[in-house]
């Protein structure tokens, strides 16, 4: 078997120059960039929804009227104008009611004009709430026989930045038993 001798660099070039070679591998383009169009047009067609009340739902109704409901959703009418249901803790219902149109006028002026038209509102339990951090309660001081020790023993001590903060050091782990 007799071998073919490899060609020349030129005669590579003109070979490669007349051979179509495949198209690189493109990647998929990112997800959110593929989804934005189809998202906007969903937004247009349903609205934003309960999720941009809930996070407004404070300033649209009030702190104590927040306290006792929370939107759960937006139910669309095929004539126009939409349902907002509300969870209602127990009693709060009746007052609920009778503010009613003040509370859709407030929804609409955020999500715009005749987008919630009627108010549903149903009891039951809300979900918990974020809780304010605790407050962290100061220490009582320190009895003046444990301040007396305390002073006693750093006695010996020249006054200096260094006595002050064994002295804070001292009060904080006699506070702590």
Do not use: C, Y
Request: glycine share 8%; net charge positive; aromatic share 2%.
């Amino acid at each position: 078997m007799r071998r073919r001798p490899l060609p020349s660099a030129e005669e590579a070039l003109d070979i490669l120059s007349r051979r179509r070679t495949r198209p690189p591998f493109r990647p998929a383009p990112p997800a959110g960039k593929a989804l934005a169009p189809f998202i906007k047009q969903l937004d247009a067609k349903f609205g934003q929804g309960p999720g941009l009340l809930q996070s407004r739902w404070k300033e649209i109704v009030g702190d104590t009227l927040a306290r006792q409901t929370e939107p759960t959703k937006i139910i669309k009418s095929r004539t126009g104008g939409g349902t907002l249901e509300l969870k209602v803790a127990g009693p709060a219902a009746a007052l609920i009611q009778h503010q009613a149109p003040d509370i859709m006028a407030r929804v609409n002026m955020l999500l715009g004009a005749d987008t919630v038209t009627r108010l549903r509102i149903v009891q039951g339990v809300l979900r918990a709430k974020e809780a304010p951090p605790p407050r962290r309660r100061s220490k009582a001081p320190l009895d003046a026989a444990a301040e007396q020790q305390l002073a006693e023993g750093l006695a010996t001590e020249p006054d200096s930045a260094l006595k002050a903060a064994l002295l804070k050091l001292g009060r904080e782990v006699l506070r702590g038993r």
